[in-house]
């Protein structure tokens, strides 16, 4: 049952129909979300996402939606808030961000302003419009953990090179920080995921994620190129798990509250994954070991080891992956096979 606080939230503007703002809705995992909150069917879904880093066709993924519940802008949150027309909104999903290990590269030094701006113009919404916020941010802010282990209990960890993915991690982390202070000096209701290594359908190579990148090396009969010496641990989950957890978070997390979302049973290490890919791919693909620095340039930086605790989330939020790793692959491939765009 919700809590005292936020049934006395909830009991203000009660309506009949449940409105949902999903900034990012365009992107990987902002589509599944937004197919997600559409099995409701009280809900209904805007979107705004200016495409940055959509890898959609976004008009074909509404064309398939054929929802009339699904309504969207093209347009950036500092514009959508600068329109100063919102709601009403019961719910906000904050997921819209530069993203990617690669897609980050060409965002140095302007990651914190974008992110943090972001996420203010985001909490005034929710404010105005007495919504749950929702914030998508990342498993990076832990640094590495505990030699990869991450639980929400965990001290977060800034290391000491300075890189454009340590700006990406301290600015969601600072995020974070403010959102919960901000339940602590105001009425609003904030609850945050940090994802692990999603996977799955519609996800683009082109951000640098590496399940995409193997998948269609191994289809087009080319070396997997592995970065380093593949030893990197990593924890892949479905996005259609993480798309419930989001939901699971926003309806039934803890005001102020930070959720581990990641399947740790599917630990696996980089060097594991390109094998297991070609064996399900029954490729003939060798695999390369190569300096992502001479590919990417100097800025880039692999992330440490990281796989996550999540028993908070299971407890707390009954939420359980449902897809082991060989299925994320096989979906995966399943998709780009396909040659969809949507």
Known sequence: MPHDQDQARE????MKDKHILVTGGFGFLGSHLVERLLVD???????????????LDHEAFVRRVNDPRLTYDVLSIEDFFARGSFGPYQEIYHLASVVGPVGVLGHAGKITKS??????????IANRTNARLCDVSTSEIYGGGRDGYCSENDSKIITP??????????AKLACEIALVNTCKVSDLFAVIIRPFNIAGPRQSGKGGFV?????????AGEPLTVYGDGGMIR???HVIDVADGIVRAARHGRRGEAYNIGNPQNKISIRELAERTVRITASESRIDYVDPKALFGPLFEEAN???????????ELGWRPRFDLDTVI?????????????
């Not at 080891?305 to 407890?315: E, F, L, N």
């Open 11 to 14: 009991g203000r503007g009660i």
């Open 41 to 55: 069917e009280d809900a209904r879904v805007h979107v705004v996402d200016n495409l940055s880093t959509s890898p």
């Open 115 to 124: 992110i943090t701006d972001d996420t203010y113009r985001v909490i005034d």
């Open 161 to 170: 090179k300075v890189s454009v993915r340590l700006e990406y991690a301290v």
């Open 211 to 219: 399940l995409p990148r193997f998948i269609k090396q191994c289809l």
């Open 235 to 237: 924890a892949f989950t």
């Open 305 to 315: 080891d990281k796989y996550p605790d999540a028993d908070k989330a299971m407890g």
């Open 330 to 342: 096989r979906d995966s491939v399943e998709y780009i096979r396909a040659g969809r765009l949507d």
